[in-house]
T-cell receptor
Framework: KAGVTQTPRYLIKTRGQQVTLSCSPI?????VSWYQQTPGQGLQFLFEYFSETQRNKGNFPGRFSGRQFSNSRSEMNVSTLELGDSALYLCASSLGRGNVEYEQYFGPGTRLTVT | AQSVTQPDIHITVSEGASLELRCNYSYGATPYLFWYVQSPGQGLQLLLK??????LVQGIKGFEAEFKRSQSSFNLRKPSVHWSDAAEYFC?????????????FGSGTRLQVQP
C-alpha cells in the first residue's frame, strides 16, 4: 500500500505571496492532519480534516487554511507569506475512526522557503 | 501546564551499545503515547504506540518502550544500536478524553552513532 504523498517536495516563495500544498493520504484513510516543523518551534499541529470537515484546529493565524476533498486528498493554503512561515510542512493520515484512529502516518513533507 | 518533555537534546552511542531515550509527560490522565523517528530530509516514521494494557510495547526496527505511570514516562529502548539508527527521535502524545487527535510532540532527541 502506498504511503502518504506530498507535493511539491520543495518550494521557494516570496514574502506576500500565497502557496498551496497538497497531500494524498494512504488509501482508505479518511483523516488528514497538517503539522509545521521549524527549528525554533519544533513540530506544531495546524489542523485536521475528516470527511471534508475540519475537526480540529491548532493555534495558527487565519492565513493558514486547509480543505479536504471527497477522495480524502487535502490541501493547505498559506496566504500573505511571511519569512517565519519557512518550514517543513508535514501531512499525516489516519483511518480516523476505530481503535487505530489515533495512529498517524506521515508523508515526506514539503520544504517551504520564503525569501 | 500540559506538556511532553525529552530531556536529552543530543545523545551519542557506539554501534552495538544499548540505547535509552527518555520521555516524560505532564497530563492529568495518561495520554496516548507514541514514538516517531525522523531521518534527515524525511518525514516521521511511527516506531510504536501505547494506548493501554501491557506496559512494555514492541515496535519496529527492534525498538521497545516501557510505560511507567508512577514516573509519567515512556522511554524508548534498543538493546543494540546500528549505524542506521542515527536520526532524530520524537516522543508524542494525544491527551485522552478530549476528542482531539492532534499530536503534541517533544522537542526531539538527536541520536548519533559512533562506529
Amino acid at each position: 500500500k502506498a504511503g502518504v504523498t506530498q507535493t511539491p517536495r520543495y518550494l521557494i516563495k516570496t514574502r506576500g505571496q500565497q502557496v498551496t500544498l497538497s497531500c494524498s493520504p494512504i488509501s482508505g484513510h479518511r483523516s488528514v492532519s497538517w503539522y509545521q516543523q521549524t527549528p525554533g518551534q519544533g513540530l506544531q499541529f495546524l489542523f485536521e480534516y475528516f470527511s471534508e470537515t475540519q475537526r480540529n484546529k491548532g493555534n495558527f493565524p487565519g492565513r493558514f487554511s486547509g480543505r479536504q476533498f471527497s477522495n480524502s486528498r487535502s490541501e493547505m493554503n498559506v496566504s500573505t507569506l511571511e519569512l517565519g512561515d519557512s518550514a517543513l510542512y508535514l501531512c499525516a493520515s489516519s483511518l480516523g475512526r476505530g481503535n487505530v484512529e489515533y495512529e498517524q502516518y506521515f508523508g515526506p513533507g514539503t520544504r517551504l522557503t520564503v525569501t | 501546564a500540559q506538556s511532553v518533555t525529552q530531556p536529552d537534546i543530543h545523545i551519542t552511542v557506539s554501534e552495538g551499545a544499548s540505547l535509552e531515550l527518555r520521555c516524560n509527560y505532564s497530563y492529568g490522565a495518561t495520554p496516548y503515547l507514541f514514538w516517531y523517528v525522523q531521518s534527515p530530509g524525511q518525514g516521521l516514521q511511527l516506531l510504536l504506540k501505547y494506548f493501554s494494557g501491557d506496559t512494555l510495547v514492541q515496535g519496529i526496527k527492534g525498538f521497545e518502550a516501557e510505560f511507567k505511570r508512577s514516573q509519567s514516562s515512556f522511554n524508548l529502548r534498543k538493546p543494540s544500536v546500528h549505524w542506521s539508527d542515527a536520526a532524530e527521535y520524537f516522543c508524542a502524545v494525544i491527551p485522552p478524553d478530549t476528542g482531539r487527535r492532534a499530536l503534541t510532540f517533544g522537542s526531539g532527541t538527536r541520536l548519533q552513532v559512533q562506529p
